[in-house]
């Protein structure tokens, strides 16, 4: 098995749920860069991570890369608890993180994307970050009572992590979001999570 990532990207999370189920595998560190050059586009035409590659199967796109892992390793109940609400229950937030937080962070990523005019880059940051405080609210809100998203950790637990840093990292305020922060202190405790970063910093 192995893993095409790029360090600070949302592969991480992959990385965190393989620790999680203790599978082997190697990581490919990739950037920008050699995610546009023809040996990488002739497997991964979007020229993205993370890429998932196992036994030959070509696998993209972090939320089924994050259902395979599950299904390969059932026993670790990291889609739910084996109910078919169990699993609508992660697959609710993990749908969230990665639909509707993950892209709130375009514009500060690649405002390039959404206005040819460099001088509003300030005014797109800030709205984009005003859009990321509302969803991390709910989210610490769904937290309330809870370590974990739903009543167990999931794979949508390691998404989290990922986007809770990318806002702190591009300065979105946490004032407040007590439960976040409580969880994020917990997730940095975690020996999966250590593992992954530590992986994800040495290649």
């Not at 259902?67 to 699993?87: E, F």
């Not at 637990?157 to 994020?184: C, E, H, P, S």
Request: charge should be negative; hydrophobic fraction near 45%; aromatic fraction near 8%.
């Amino acid at each position: 098995m192995k893993l095409y990532y790029m360090q600070g990207a949302c592969s991480l999370a992959d990385m965190i749920v393989l620790a999680w189920l203790d599978v082997p595998y190697t990581p490919v560190r990739m950037s920008l860069d050699s995610m546009k050059e023809p040996d990488y586009l002739a497997i991964c035409a979007g020229g993205t991570v993370p890429l998932l590659e196992h036994d030959g199967y070509l696998l993209t796109e972090n939320v089924a890369i994050l259902g395979y892992l599950c299904d390969l390793h059932p026993a670790a109940k990291l889609v739910g608890d084996g109910t078919p609400r169990g699993r609508a229950e992660v697959m609710r937030w993990l749908g969230f993180l990665n639909s509707d937080v993950h892209k709130a962070f375009k514009p500060i990523f690649s405002p390039s994307r959404f206005l040819e005019q460099r001088d509003l880059d300030d005014l797109l940051h800030a709205n984009a970050r005003h859009h990321i405080r509302t969803y991390l609210e709910r989210l610490d809100r769904q937290l309330s009572g809870r370590d974990w998203l739903v009543d167990n950790r999931s794979v949508a637990d390691a998404y989290l992590f990922v986007v809770t840093r990318w806002a702190i990292a591009k300065q979105v305020d946490q004032k407040g979001l007590n439960n976040l922060a409580a969880f994020m202190a917990r997730m940095a405790d975690d020996a999966g999570v250590r593992a992954a970063l530590a992986v994800e910093e040495s290649h």
